[in-house]
């Protein structure tokens, strides 16, 4: 049974910094696909960023150059600093796993609430 244990949400004023953090038990290692997605209410899911086993990583244009997206393999960690936060990034943040390329196979977290507001 994979989990994803999320951690990090909360309430942060406009401008303010949270980091998200998503601990994978899974039996590999070197994951090939780490990423997060959020969903705000009356939207479709989106993508925010994700992080390849090689460690480039891809972001959506709303976020590039206030999220940074890395990643622990020894421990399948993947983690999302969130800088300078607007209210538009509320939302429920959800991590999300890809283990092998060439799969379709994913995981999803539970999701954790991130609410940006003054």
């Known amino acids: 049974q994979v989990q994803l244990v999320e951690s990090g949400g909360g309430l942060v004023q406009p401008g303010g910094s949270l980091r998200l953090s998503c601990a994978a038990s899974?039996?590999?290692?070197?994951?090939?696909?780490m990423g997060w997605y959020r969903q705000s209410p009356g939207k479709e899911r989106e993508l925010v960023a994700r992080?390849?086993?090689?460690?480039?990583?891809t972001y959506a244009d709303s976020v590039t150059g206030r999220f940074t997206i890395s990643r622990d393999n020894a421990k399948n960690t993947v983690l999302l600093q969130m800088n300078s936060l607007k209210p538009e990034d509320t939302a429920v943040y959800y991590c999300?796993?890809?283990?092998?390329?060439?799969?379709?196979?994913?995981?999803w977290g539970q999701g954790t609430q991130v609410t940006v507001s003054s």
């Open positions: 899974l039996g590999i290692f070197n994951i090939f696909i």
């Open positions: 992080i390849f086993s090689s460690g480039s990583a």
């Open positions: 999300n796993i890809r283990p092998r390329p060439g799969s379709t196979i994913e995981y």
